[in-house]
Nanobody, 120 residues
Framework: QVQLVESGGGLVQPGGSLRLSCTSSGSIFDFNFMGWYRQAPGKQRELVAEINSGGIKNYAGAVKGRFTISRDDAKNTVYLQMNSLRPEDTAVYYC??????????????WGQGTQVTVSS
């Protein structure tokens, strides 16, 4: 059973930076996509950024230019560097991995989440 463990959340002032890490118990080469989602109180979970096995990245419009997703295959870890943080970035951030076993069978794996709070 694959486990994803996030770390790096915390309290930061507006304009500050944080780096989130997501480490997989297995090789991240097995995943077609890995990404970060977030969920603020009273809102739906939304995509923040994702990266595929080929290194192609995709960002939500609200974070483009401020957040950077990257991966270290040797460490089985995906990172989310968050700069110029705003109060509206406050949320629980979740790591997700997607694996397609066959053209019709696929599975999502989720981490437990890490809280990011942006406040003065």
């Amino acid at each position: 059973q694959v486990q994803l463990v996030e770390s790096g959340g915390g309290l930061v002032q507006p304009g500050g930076s944080l780096r989130l890490s997501c480490t997989s118990s297995g090789s991240i080469f097995d995943f077609n996509f890995m990404g970060w989602y977030r969920q603020a109180p009273g809102k739906q979970r939304e995509l923040v950024a994702e990266i595929n096995s080929g290194g192609i990245k995709n960002y939500a419009g609200a974070v483009k230019g401020r957040f950077t997703i990257s991966r270290d295959d040797a460490k089985n870890t995906v990172y989310l560097q968050m700069n110029s943080l705003r109060p509206e970035d406050t949320a629980v951030y979740y790591c997700k991995a997607y694996r397609a076993f066959t053209p019709v069978i696929a599975r999502d794996y989720w981490g437990q989440g890490t809280q990011v709070t942006v406040s003065s």
